[in-house]
């Protein structure tokens, strides 16, 4: 049998109608499920749903040799649930009550075919490479599906030194670098001029922040590289960034990054590809004359 682990924040616009929706699909078709303390007492306050103590969690949900993680919101959502899975094996799948949404595919309208397609296991599964640090901090997770960035923590410019299998690029000096997956491409580094990048295919990007040199641009390395991160914050404060998780970086830090070993199985509700979410977020060939 299938169990649901569903996820949610709790400052997120949630939606009764939508809250009813999704349980009433799940006693539908018979599914285990199991809910965070936060979203169980959310679906409790907006709708006459009860979530008794079997069927929530704090840290860990229960697991099965069956699980599938559904989040409840925007892309962070999906990002922050990432940690929840009980085996890089889980799948997830989100549904978007954010803005954009890129990752969190299915918008909320589509909540009963999305739970058929569970039951029918009629889902199409990408793999979604990571990128994993190595050299910071021992009590952090070291993944990251969209980005890692090093950037200012203050008013003071950072350098950036950056080597791929030990021969350097270039330094970057200003606000920072982000070196994003291809998953990762509409997320932080397409705000800081980056290209957008078909999630399949096997590369990483450099995209510097505000560069002081404005001859600096992005560009995109094969993933097969190993690459070195090298920080000269001039005394100022520096911050590393993993998704959306961030951490102090010390001055004069090196970093490693590479290909992780595990990837993230995502699954794209209602068999949309990622060019179908693409000309829908970006409103490409949209005429507004």
């Not at 929706?21 to 809910?35: D, L, P, S």
């Not at 993680?69 to 799948?91: E, H, K, M, V």
């Not at 001039?234 to 961030?246: F, K, M, P, V, W």
Request: charged share 20%.
């Amino acid at each position: 049998m299938m169990n649901i682990i569903l996820f949610s924040r709790k400052e997120l616009k949630h939606r009764p109608e939508q809250l009813r929706t999704i349980f009433t699909a799940i006693n539908r078709h018979g599914f285990e499920y199991a809910v965070n303390e936060d979203f169980a007492d959310i679906i409790e306050a907006l709708t006459e749903i009860r979530i008794d103590s079997e069927h929530r969690y704090t840290n860990s949900p229960r697991s099965t040799q069956n699980d599938i993680i559904l989040t409840y919101g925007g892309d962070g959502t999906l990002l922050d649930a990432l940690s929840l899975r009980p085996s890089p094996q889980t799948p997830i799948v989100g549904i978007n009550c954010g803005r954009l949404g890129y990752l969190t595919a299915d918008n909320g309208e589509g909540i009963d075919e999305l739970f058929s397609h569970i039951a029918s296991g009629e889902l199409r599964f990408d793999e979604r490479r990571m990128l994993q640090v190595i050299g910071a901090s021992d009590d952090i997770m070291p993944l990251a599906l969209n980005e890692v960035v090093i950037h200012r923590h203050g008013a003071t410019m950072i350098s950036v030194e950056a080597q791929i299998d030990g021969k350097t690029i270039a330094t970057y000096h200003g606000d920072g670098l982000i070196v994003s997956t291809p998953t990762g491409s509409t997320a932080y580094s397409l705000s800081a001029g980056g290209p957008i990048i078909d999630p399949m295919c096997r590369c990483f990007i450099f995209s510097p922040l505000a560069p002081h040199n404005l001859t600096m641009r992005p560009i995109v390395v094969p993933d097969s590289c190993r690459i070195t991160l090298k920080l000269n914050a001039r005394d100022g404060e520096a911050a590393l960034s993993l998704d959306n998780r961030t951490y102090r970086l010390n001055n004069d830090a090196t970093i490693e990054l590479s290909i992780a070993d595990e990837s993230l199985i995502l699954a794209t509700p209602h068999n949309n590809t990622f060019y179908d979410t693409l000309r829908e977020k970006m409103m490409w060939g949209v005429d507004n004359r």
